[in-house]
């Protein structure tokens, strides 16, 4: 996929990236919008810290990239095949492998098999409105 603004991301970049993303408020801000403008934003800005200059159209087309090629990995994975592999799979697979379990459990309503944190994030975020 095309490397929009042509600079290609470092290891460290990608791993800051990844780590900024695993953030649960970001993660909830993410599933729930499709205009996410202002998210990245928030994304540019945290790995300013890191010292990456990166500016936001930038963290999304590698976020999409990266959950593309992860997905594609994934469902190779899901129908046997070992070829297709990626660098950061264990990663993005700890943030994004949760999202296939979490629907199926919300066809039955059973909370008991997701770990504890998600149902206590949840009414936490309840709560607050």
């Given at each position: ?39 990245f934003e928030q ?20 976020y999409k990239n ?60 309840d709560s607050i409105?």
């Amino acid at each position: 996929v095309a490397n929009e603004g042509g600079k290609h991301w470092t290891v460290n970049e990608v791993r800051a990236l990844i780590r900024i993303w695993s953030d649960k408020t970001i993660q909830q801000q993410l599933e729930g919008t499709v205009r996410n403008k202002r998210i990245f934003e928030q994304v540019a800005a945290r790995l300013q810290k890191f010292g990456i200059d990166r500016d936001w159209k930038q963290c999304r087309t590698k976020y999409k990239n990266l959950k593309h090629e992860y997905k594609s990995v994934k469902s190779a994975q899901d129908s046997g095949s070992t070829s297709k592999s990626m660098k950061f799979f264990n990663e993005l697979d700890a943030i994004l492998g949760h999202s296939t379990m979490e629907h199926a459990s919300k066809t039955d309503n059973d909370d008991s098999e997701r770990p504890s944190e998600w149902t206590e994030a949840k009414s936490e975020k309840d709560s607050i409105g």
